[in-house]
């Protein structure tokens, strides 16, 4: 439990940290001379924002799975599971242009903690999936040892 929430804290102090850079930016007015830069930087907190909400949600799920207030079974649904791959896991993609350090230093940590909240989905799906085989089927009851007769 110490791991996921070192974890959730985590992906929580970083969430606020973006939260605080694009707000301080906008409130500044950034002022990029050139508007191909500013498209960047806009695409780009996109993708720090689309990241950080997709870990998120995968961790509230998680941390209700927890709580018991959903099974294991149900947060391995395609609706529960970690999505915007294509677009999270995209990096270095604008060529020779330079993005400010905080925002460089904000997509790289959240890069590396999407990538390691995706190995962690695909191994509770996995567990799920072995759960799953070691389950006789629903339709079927299950087998009772009966004592073998002697004759």
């Excluded at 969430?15 to 930087?41: C, F, H, K, W």
């Excluded at 509230?60 to 599971?81: D, N």
């Excluded at 799920?128 to 629903?138: F, H, I, K, R, V």
Aim: aromatic share 6%; net charge negative.
């Amino acid at each position: 439990m110490s791991f996921f929430d070192r974890t959730f804290d985590e992906a929580l102090n970083l969430l606020v940290e973006a939260r605080n850079y694009i707000a301080t930016r906008d409130r500044l007015g950034a002022s990029e001379p050139r508007p191909l830069i500013q498209l960047v930087m806009s695409c780009e907190t996109m993708r720090l924002t689309a990241r950080m909400t997709q870990i998120m949600a995968w961790l509230l799920v998680q941390k209700a799975v927890l709580a018991g207030e959903m099974t294991a079974a149900e947060a391995t649904r395609p609706e529960h599971r970690l999505g915007g791959r294509e677009v999270c896991t995209t990096r270095d993609s604008w060529g020779d242009l330079v993005l400010p350090p905080q925002l460089q230093d904000l997509l790289d940590r959240s890069f590396n903690l999407y990538t390691r909240i995706a190995r962690l989905d695909e191994m509770v799906d996995l567990r799920a999936e072995g759960e799953a085989a070691d389950q006789p089927p629903l339709s079927l009851p299950a087998r009772e040892s009966q004592p073998k007769s002697v004759d």
